[in-house]
């Protein structure tokens, strides 16, 4: 349930759909041997060509490769069912990721090879060279460039063990000023919540602090600054993480120790009600829950797999096939197995996965072990076991805060019809008189402005977060706790 699709194999919530490079028959089969080696060029998508960076390569008589295409965030995807013919020339490749079953056709002549990009009923030219491309950084107008006009410094604190590193923004004003402390969603991420090419949290510090509100984002446990590991560790851990950059935010002479609070985006509005459960009245001041589920992981999960498999365009077989082996797979990691007959069981049911997808199955035996092993091992992991497990409502029924709490109606991540309703429910049930809840329909789960809300889809957006959005978090914590 990350921010940024950080799928495990055997709870993955979307088919990746298979893109296909295949370039066409050329006379000259003397040049079939240049086939070899790295090219570089782009899709001539209408008002926007779409760079490609492909590597071939040839051991044994077979050929094998990789793609990446960096205004999509993807690197190193693996080509299937690579081929050269060395007398006509032809070249074929498929990448196991997409939908519409994208094809490139073309010809290897003189150094580069040119032809036809087709995908569904779209057909565009395409072309590939040796010289570099010259790859365009996507557009993110949101992102705020320096010199800002606040002050910056470095955050540097421990918990226990654990050192946590960050970045706090502080408003040009007089005196002690409100704060929030930033909570990303899961997987290892960056303290600006770096993904699919944007920066969220970089944007939304910037927006509360030109404001007049002080914001910590930092690095997880992992990540930059920060030691650990975000993957042996839980939500638990990550809690008591947020707690010490309270206490670090109480002790700045910056600060107005009354005003402090939590802003959690995904997993991090689960984190934010665990932490807020665990420290005395006045501690936190308000809350901020950003798509944060209301049901337990592995509900959340369940309808995550539906809802992306859909807005991929999987068939619906496809998706009762993978839902009923992801239903399997949680009810493992969910077990109390012994650890070496979960992973026996694990392995069995990610191998049946991988063979429900056709690209999957394509791939080398080598490729086939190391997914599997690295999909078995994140399951296992102990954030994992914890999230499936862990039920958010009594901490959500149990805030005292000023909540509020925002969804996005095209999240495929954290479905608003599911969540919402649960986190509502929680809170009806509570004495907490100051909680707001709102859906943004055209929202998906990162607050962009979406067409599907597939994951896929965040990349292509150049608007990191809704000014919509921003302007109603910043509003509702200053209406409350501004100077």
């Known amino acids: 349930m990350p921010p940024a699709s950080n799928p495990h194999l055997l709870h993955a919530a979307a088919v990746a759909a298979s893109v296909a490079l295949s370039v066409l028959t050329t ?31 040839q051991n044994d008589g077979a050929w094998s490769g990789t793609i990446d295409i960096p205004a999509r965030g993807a690197d190193d995807l693996p080509l299937l069912d690579v081929s050269v013919d060395v007398d006509s020339g032809a070249v074929r490749f498929t990448i196991g990721a997409g939908t519409g079953e994208p094809t490139f056709e ?28 010259e790859v365009e950084a996507p557009s993110r107008p949101q992102e705020p460039k320096p010199p800002f006009p606040y002050g910056e410094e470095d955050a540097l604190y421990a918990n226990g063990d654990v050192t946590i590193a960050g970045t706090l923004t502080l408003p040009p004003v007089e005196g002690r000023v409100p704060a929030a402390l930033l909570i990303s969603g899961s997987g290892a991420l960056n303290r ?24 910590l984002r930092v690095d997880d446990r992992g990540v930059g600054g920060a030691t650990g ?8 851990a990550k809690a008591a ?24 985006i995904s997993e991090g509005g689960l984190v934010a009600p665990l932490a807020l459960n665990r420290v005395s009245p006045g501690t936190v001041a308000f809350a901020v829950l950003l798509a944060g589920p209301g049901v337990p992981g592995s509900d959340l999960l ?13 068939p619906a077989e496809m998706i009762e096939e993978l839902a009923a082996l992801q239903d399997r797979a949680l009810e493992i990691v969910g077990s109390e197995m012994p650890p070496a007959e979960a992973e026996a069981a694990l392995r069995e ?31 296992l992991s102990p954030w994992f076991r914890f999230f499936i497990r862990y039920d958010p409502r009594p901490a959500l029924g149990g805030l005292a805060v000023p909540t509020l709490a925002l969804f996005g109606g095209k999240d495929t991540q954290v479905d608003a019809d599911q969540n919402q309703s649960a986190m509502e ?3 009806a049930g509570s004495s907490n008189t100051d909680i707001t809840v709102r859906r943004f329909p055209q929202m998906n789960h990162l607050f962009q402005t979406a067409d599907t809300g597939s994951p896929a889809e965040y990349a292509q957006i150049e608007e990191t977060m809704a000014p919509e959005v921003l302007d109603t978090i910043s509003g509702w914590i200053l209406e409350r706790f501004g100077n």
């Open 302 to 314: 369940r309808q995550q797999l539906r809802r992306i498999a859909a807005a991929n365009g999987a």
């Open 106 to 133: 073309g010809t290897l002549s003189g150094g580069e090879i040119t032809g036809e990009f087709t995908q569904g009923t779209a057909r565009l030219p395409f072309r590939l060279g040796r010289e570099a491309v």
């Open 192 to 215: 600006d919540l770096e993904l699919a090419g944007h920066k969220p949290f970089l944007v939304l510090a910037d927006h509360l602090t030109r404001l007049g509100v002080a914001v």
């Open 241 to 264: 993480d947020v707690l010490a950059g309270v206490r670090f935010l109480r002790a700045h002479d910056r600060i107005d120790a009354e005003r402090i609070g939590l802003i959690g």
């Open 349 to 379: 049911v990610g191998a049946e996965q991988l063979a429900a997808s056709p690209e999957m199955a394509q791939l080398s035996d080598e490729d086939l072990e190391s997914a599997l092993s690295a999909a078995v091992e994140s399951n």
């Open 27 to 57: 006379p000259l089969g003397a040049q079939v041997q240049n086939a070899s080696g790295h090219w570089e060029g782009s899709i001539e998508a209408p008002g926007q060509p779409l760079v490609v960076m492909v590597d071939l390569e």
């Open 229 to 236: 590991s975000t993957s042996q560790s839980t939500s638990r």
């Open 425 to 427: 429910a929680a809170f």
